[in-house]
């Protein structure tokens, strides 16, 4: 089982950056594939990034391309949401997941471990 720690969020205004990051647990961690989620209240969780098991392959969900690089250490167990030129949509609590595929994948379905989330709120 995979236990995941998220951690950087805060507030910051628009176009700011913040660098969040993904503290994961056991000895298998580069396996997994990883992904950045955000959900607002009252909304559906959505994807934000997926980085493969070696870090080798990227993608990113169409409103974050540019302006988000995803990131992995696999000897720290850690993977890292870079996010640059914020805007206020988004603001959203930030969910770091693990999925079995060693490929990157981006349906929510796929990933079987979630963080605890991490609060990213960016002013207009």
């Known amino acids: 089982q995979v236990h995941l720690v998220e951690s950087g969020g805060g507030l910051v205004q628009t176009g700011g950056s913040l660098r969040l990051s993904c503290a994961a647990s056991g000895r298998t961690f580069s396996r997994y594939s990883m992904g950045w989620f955000r959900q607002a209240p009252g909304k559906e969780r959505e994807f934000v990034a997926a980085i493969s098991g070696g870090g080798t392959t990227t993608y990113y969900g169409d409103s974050v391309k540019g302006r988000f690089t995803i990131s992995r250490d696999n000897a720290k167990n850690t993977v890292f949401l870079q996010m640059n030129s914020l805007k206020p949509e988004d603001t959203a609590a930030y969910y770091c997941?693990?999925?079995?595929?060693?490929?990157?994948?981006?349906?929510?379905?796929?990933?079987?471990?979630w963080g605890q989330g991490t609060q990213v709120t960016v002013s207009s």
């Open positions: 997941a693990a999925s079995g595929t060693y490929y990157y994948t981006t349906t929510l379905s796929q990933y079987n471990y």
